[in-house]
């Protein structure tokens, strides 16, 4: 039987910890385009906050904030999927269309915060 690891994942699998680390790596930031946005994401059972502040990544934290102000985007995943979709390996759209992923509040914040990364 294998191990889990940080995240929930098994060996060989894509952890939540992994996409969000990955995010805050790779996040390049746009202030000659700013732009403002918090975001919930939900991965299985972890829920992380990030906010974007003028174009700047400010938060990448596990768990809920009581006393955050609501997200203006919150999505709802597995792992590999949203990783899947940061590194550009599939389409925003086609995860959405396979159910791979589901996002309620401003789309056009998620799509900002998705084209801040590139593609790998």
């Not at 894509?14 to 969000?20: C, H, W, Y």
């Not at 590999?80 to 509040?105: C, M, R």
Request: glycine share 10%.
């Amino acid at each position: 039987m294998g191990h889990a690891l940080a995240g929930g994942a098994a060996p060989g699998d894509i952890g939540s910890d992994t996409v969000l680390l990955g995010l805050r790596a790779y996040f390049v930031a746009r202030p000659r385009a700013p732009w403002t946005a918090a975001y919930r994401i939900d991965l299985g059972r972890e829920t992380y906050r990030v906010a974007v502040v003028d174009g700047e990544l400010v938060t990448v934290a596990r768990g809920e904030d009581p006393t955050a102000p609501a997200p203006d985007v919150h999505v709802v995943a597995e792992a590999a999927a949203l990783q899947s979709v940061l590194t550009g390996k599939v389409p925003l759209a086609s995860a959405l269309a396979d159910a791979d992923l589901t996002v309620t509040g401003d789309m056009a914040a998620l799509e900002r915060l998705i084209e801040a990364l590139p593609a790998r």
